[in-house]
């Protein structure tokens, strides 16, 4: 996701590629996916989502969009 420290952008950093998360509690969220191989982004992304169903400590799980 993006950078939290403090005294950096809450936002897109330029020259970094991104992906929006769909389908699941972290949806509209960008996450950043620089340096990631083609082998890395097929894999999907399982993630920590303290939005979930079961509260904080759950996991979302992402999947590559086919349709794209």
Known sequence: ???WEPGEPAG???GHE???LVGGPLD???RDVTGWTAA???GGA???AD???Y???GRADYALDRRR
Do not use: F, K, N, S
């Open 1 to 3: 996701m993006y950078r």
């Open 12 to 14: 897109p950093t330029v």
């Open 18 to 20: 991104y992906v929006e």
């Open 28 to 30: 509209g969220q960008l």
């Open 40 to 42: 890395d982004r097929a």
């Open 46 to 48: 399982l993630l920590i």
């Open 51 to 53: 939005l979930g169903v």
């Open 55 to 57: 509260g904080p400590g």
